[in-house]
């Protein structure tokens, strides 16, 4: 570049700026005058919620919203009954637990491989709650009711939302006997082992970019046009047997074919689904047991579902057990293989189902207990509506966060990435079991210190109000309620104070951890019976995983290598998405209806709210709340999310100090403080090295990415992905 090129640069660049400026300022009047439309929304919105009839459903269809947006709006329309609770809870309804201030120097929590019982409580750990009940120093332990010694100390406030944006409040369970009401069982619904076989179903694996086919019986090439759902169903069946049950798309992504036409991806999706169909195809309306009739929309892992008279087929995502990686069809048939092969010697009767949560579900009910007198064996009791919708609202699932400028530095002098491997397994040992107790403020302080030691151990689910250190300059510890559906953030800010839910297990580490104690105030609590009804499950899914780990690594063809590892984490998706189904959210149905005369749009069926139009055709869905599932299980869900956040921050490893014997530490706050960059779910994102060593258990922590020179700090998903990918790409090539 000259001189005159470079000033006629800034000359285009000067016409860009003028050109620009006015839209912002538009823009900027838009936004204020959508930020204000927004809270009229919302102030009807919980105008119409208290009226006696109101339900969320309806609401939400008038409001264009989902129905958990208006639940967020008022408490008391959501699925669980639970009623809008005030921001600060009495005073007199909290018991303070200041710890380890007294302890030099910190410790962090020390994880044990299963609840303690009762006389099997850490010994420090109780003595620590011993020595601390009686100190009195700012941030000493303190068990004393609040209301018995005076108002709380003032606390900065929240961070306020964005423009349009309104605080979650999360729900509470009403006082007194209303809220007892919530503590049994669901008459006649429990968790027992099926008295029947899966049916298998017949796989064939297509990519559509390159029109390969292959299922048992052979290996074609279509000719799929535009790779419509009309052209793949009349080109794979022209070839393939009617038995073939399950086409899974390997590559080529179909149903994105015109996403740039549509806002959302979703919406593209949804058009694909809905395209039109071979003559005596229609859309599935039932399908034997599982009865899961219709499409499932999702903008990267769709379903489609289709039939001809008594012939079904489901279209699905390869993508919903692993990242093929380019693998062909043929090496991700293989791979299903030797998944299959995997499990069969741990699950006598096991099918692999569609996706791999339907498998880890159906996996986990034939371990239930059935011999005669033994613990459980007439079923695991499923909770209240109430209390699982609580769970629901409460309990958050892995933690997702980018940690950006201001917070870090601009640029970092180096990028690496270190993931706990099968790190649910960890955390499954122990579980609660049966109908939880109630724990309020006034029967955690009446309790010994002995019994509120073991409840912070023992499975649980705390209301609780946090303040952070004044002083504290790492990350956030515990979850708390962000605006918008089912968010979630980390508060760091010393000094805030804030209200939410968490596990026993976070609780323990913001009491525990190995900088600073957190000052934590019991507002109310869920407490299982401790039990171990994923143990069984977990163990054999563990001994797969690790068998076809071993068998990748020395495996001498190239293809049953890559199949091998592509089925471990097929492994993975069954343990972690089977764990997830546990938690029960509520049933949303989608369907589409064909646009009327001139494109009139049909009636939607009550309660549902629209969320895509195409040429023909409309979409919606519709939020049918908690089902009566005896698989539902939300609290073993909320157990093991929980304990798996705590270890992303603390955690004992398999490796040992060669001193004192005892497991080195790993986790965020074993990093320097400014050091961390990002989370999510099971890894971590930091600029400072990492030594821990991997042990190949699993919850260790894996290095698989790794840039030691200067990076610019991603501000942005699409920056932290570049670099993600950038990072595992520079550390494959240092072993090549």
Same mark, same amino acid.
């Given at each position: 570049m000259n001189s005159k090129e470079f000033s006629t640069g800034l000359a285009d660049l000067r016409a860009v700026r003028d050109e620009l400026k006015p839209l912002e300022r538009e823009l900027a009047q838009l936004q204020a005058k959508v930020g204000k439309l927004r809270e009229r929304r919302a102030e009807k919105i919980r105008e119409l919620g208290g009226f006696a009839k109101a339900t969320s459903d309806r609401i939400a269809t008038a409001a264009g919203l989902g129905v958990i947006d208006i639940v967020s709006l008022v408490p008391s329309l959501a699925p669980q009954g639970a009623s809008e609770t005030p921001a600060e809870p009495p005073a007199t309804e909290s018991a303070t637990l200041d710890q380890l201030a007294a302890q030099a120097p910190a410790e962090p929590i020390k994880e044990p491989a299963a609840v303690p019982e009762p006389d099997k409580v850490p010994a420090e750990s109780a003595?620590?709650?011993?020595?601390?009940?009686?100190?009195?120093?700012?941030?000493?332990?303190?068990?004393?009711?609040?209301?018995?010694?005076?108002q709380a100390e003032a606390a900065p406030a929240p961070a306020a939302a964005g423009p349009g944006e309104a605080e979650r409040v999360l729900p509470s369970i009403p006082a007194g006997a209303e809220g007892d009401r919530w503590f049994h069982a669901e008459r006649d619904l429990a968790s027992k082992r099926p008295n029947f076989k899966q049916a298998a179903r017949g796989m064939a694996f297509l990519?559509?970019?390159?029109?390969?086919?292959?299922?048992?019986?052979?290996?074609?090439?279509?000719?799929?046009?535009?790779?419509?759902?009309?052209?793949?169903?009349?080109?794979?069946?022209?070839?393939?047997?009617?038995?073939? /049950?399950?086409?899974?798309?390997?590559?080529? +992504? !179909?149903?994105?074919?015109? @996403?740039?036409?549509? $806002?959302?991806? &979703?919406?593209?999706?949804?058009?694909w689904l809905n395209g039109p169909l071979p003559e005596g195809w229609t859309?599935?309306?039932?399908?034997?047991?599982?009865?899961?009739?219709?499409?499932?929309v999702h903008p990267r892992n769709p379903v489609g579902r289709w039939q001809r008279g008594d012939q079904h087929t489901e279209i699905r995502s390869v993508g /919903?057990?692993?990242?093929?990686?380019?693998? +062909? !069809?043929?090496?991700?048939? @293989?791979?299903?293989? $030797?998944?299959? &092969?995997?499990?069969?010697?741990?699950?006598?009767?096991?099918?692999?189902?569609?996706?791999?949560?339907?498998?880890?579900?159906?996996?986990?009910?034939?371990?239930?207990?059935?011999?005669?007198?033994?613990?459980?064996?007439?079923?695991?009791?499923?909770?209240?509506?109430?209390?699982r919708g609580l769970l629901h609202a409460t309990a958050g699932q892995g933690r997702t966060e980018l940690i950006a400028p201001p917070r870090v530095p601009e640029r970092v002098p180096g990028w690496y990435e270190v993931d706990r491997t099968f790190a649910y397994a960890k955390h499954t040992w122990a579980s609660g079991v049966g109908v939880p107790r109630r724990i309020t403020a006034a029967t955690f302080v009446a309790m010994?210190?002995?019994?509120?030691?073991?409840?912070?151990?023992?499975?649980?689910?705390?209301?609780?109000?946090?303040?952070?250190?004044k002083d504290w300059n790492h990350v956030g510890l515990l979850p708390a309620p962000a605006p918008g559906e089912r968010a979630w953030h980390y508060p760091y800010e010393g000094g805030r104070t804030f209200t939410t839910w968490a596990g026993g297990a976070e609780v323990n580490l913001a009491l525990r951890n190995p900088i600073a104690p957190w000052r934590i105030e019991i507002l109310d609590g869920l407490l299982w019976e401790s039990g171990d009804p994923l143990k069984s499950w977990s163990t054999k899914l563990r001994d797969a995983w690790q068998a076809l780990r071993a068998t990748a690594e020395v495996h001498g063809d190239e293809q049953q290598k890559q199949a091998c590892r592509l089925a471990s984490r097929a492994v993975r998706s069954i343990l972690l998405y089977g764990i997830g189904t546990f938690a029960q959210r509520p049933r949303i149905t989608t369907g589409s209806l064909e646009l009327g005369s001139g494109g009139a749009v049909p009636d939607l069926p009550d309660g549902a709210r629209l969320t895509g139009i195409t040429d023909t055709h409309v979409t919606w869905e519709r939020n049918q709340g908690f089902a009566r599932d005896q698989y539902a299980h939300p609290e073993w869900a909320a157990g093991v999310w929980s304990a798996a956040r705590a270890a992303l921050l603390s955690v004992s490893t398999s490796s040992k100090d060669p001193q004192t014997g005892k497991p080195l530490k790993a986790g965020a706050l074993h990093l320097p403080a400014g050091s961390i960059l990002a989370f999510r779910t099971d890894a971590i994102y930091t600029s400072a090295p990492v030594d821990w060593e991997y042990g190949g258990e699993p919850g260790d922590y894996l290095l698989k990415g790794r840039m030691p020179w200067e990076q610019t700090t991603p501000r942005t998903d699409e920056e932290f992905y570049y670099l993600q990918g950038l990072g595992r790409q520079a550390y494959e090539s240092e072993g090549m």
């Amino acid at each position: 570049m000259n001189s005159k090129e470079f000033s006629t640069g800034l000359a285009d660049l000067r016409a860009v700026r003028d050109e620009l400026k006015p839209l912002e300022r538009e823009l900027a009047q838009l936004q204020a005058k959508v930020g204000k439309l927004r809270e009229r929304r919302a102030e009807k919105i919980r105008e119409l919620g208290g009226f006696a009839k109101a339900t969320s459903d309806r609401i939400a269809t008038a409001a264009g919203l989902g129905v958990i947006d208006i639940v967020s709006l008022v408490p008391s329309l959501a699925p669980q009954g639970a009623s809008e609770t005030p921001a600060e809870p009495p005073a007199t309804e909290s018991a303070t637990l200041d710890q380890l201030a007294a302890q030099a120097p910190a410790e962090p929590i020390k994880e044990p491989a299963a609840v303690p019982e009762p006389d099997k409580v850490p010994a420090e750990s109780a003595g620590a709650i011993a020595r601390l009940r009686a100190a009195t120093a700012d941030g000493a332990f303190d068990l004393e009711v609040l209301g018995e010694r005076g108002q709380a100390e003032a606390a900065p406030a929240p961070a306020a939302a964005g423009p349009g944006e309104a605080e979650r409040v999360l729900p509470s369970i009403p006082a007194g006997a209303e809220g007892d009401r919530w503590f049994h069982a669901e008459r006649d619904l429990a968790s027992k082992r099926p008295n029947f076989k899966q049916a298998a179903r017949g796989m064939a694996f297509l990519d559509t970019s390159t029109g390969v086919l292959v299922w048992q019986g052979g290996t074609v090439r279509l000719d799929l046009g535009r790779a419509s759902v009309a052209e793949i169903l009349t080109a794979a069946y022209a070839q393939a047997p009617a038995t073939v /049950e399950r086409i899974y798309i390997t590559a080529g +992504d !179909p149903w994105h074919q015109g @996403a740039e036409r549509h $806002e959302f991806l &979703k919406d593209a999706v949804a058009a694909w689904l809905n395209g039109p169909l071979p003559e005596g195809w229609t859309v599935e309306s039932s399908r034997g047991r599982d009865r899961q009739a219709g499409h499932l929309v999702h903008p990267r892992n769709p379903v489609g579902r289709w039939q001809r008279g008594d012939q079904h087929t489901e279209i699905r995502s390869v993508g /919903e057990w692993f990242d093929p990686e380019g693998a +062909d !069809p043929a090496t991700v048939r @293989a791979a299903f293989v $030797e998944l299959w &092969k995997a499990l069969r010697p741990h699950f006598e009767d096991v099918v692999l189902m569609g996706s791999p949560s339907q498998t880890g579900r159906d996996l986990w009910s034939r371990t239930i207990p059935t011999k005669a007198g033994a613990k459980w064996a007439d079923g695991f009791p499923v909770m209240s509506q109430e209390i699982r919708g609580l769970l629901h609202a409460t309990a958050g699932q892995g933690r997702t966060e980018l940690i950006a400028p201001p917070r870090v530095p601009e640029r970092v002098p180096g990028w690496y990435e270190v993931d706990r491997t099968f790190a649910y397994a960890k955390h499954t040992w122990a579980s609660g079991v049966g109908v939880p107790r109630r724990i309020t403020a006034a029967t955690f302080v009446a309790m010994t210190e002995k019994e509120q030691t073991n409840a912070l151990f023992a499975p649980s689910h705390w209301q609780v109000r946090v303040t952070i250190p004044k002083d504290w300059n790492h990350v956030g510890l515990l979850p708390a309620p962000a605006p918008g559906e089912r968010a979630w953030h980390y508060p760091y800010e010393g000094g805030r104070t804030f209200t939410t839910w968490a596990g026993g297990a976070e609780v323990n580490l913001a009491l525990r951890n190995p900088i600073a104690p957190w000052r934590i105030e019991i507002l109310d609590g869920l407490l299982w019976e401790s039990g171990d009804p994923l143990k069984s499950w977990s163990t054999k899914l563990r001994d797969a995983w690790q068998a076809l780990r071993a068998t990748a690594e020395v495996h001498g063809d190239e293809q049953q290598k890559q199949a091998c590892r592509l089925a471990s984490r097929a492994v993975r998706s069954i343990l972690l998405y089977g764990i997830g189904t546990f938690a029960q959210r509520p049933r949303i149905t989608t369907g589409s209806l064909e646009l009327g005369s001139g494109g009139a749009v049909p009636d939607l069926p009550d309660g549902a709210r629209l969320t895509g139009i195409t040429d023909t055709h409309v979409t919606w869905e519709r939020n049918q709340g908690f089902a009566r599932d005896q698989y539902a299980h939300p609290e073993w869900a909320a157990g093991v999310w929980s304990a798996a956040r705590a270890a992303l921050l603390s955690v004992s490893t398999s490796s040992k100090d060669p001193q004192t014997g005892k497991p080195l530490k790993a986790g965020a706050l074993h990093l320097p403080a400014g050091s961390i960059l990002a989370f999510r779910t099971d890894a971590i994102y930091t600029s400072a090295p990492v030594d821990w060593e991997y042990g190949g258990e699993p919850g260790d922590y894996l290095l698989k990415g790794r840039m030691p020179w200067e990076q610019t700090t991603p501000r942005t998903d699409e920056e932290f992905y570049y670099l993600q990918g950038l990072g595992r790409q520079a550390y494959e090539s240092e072993g090549m």
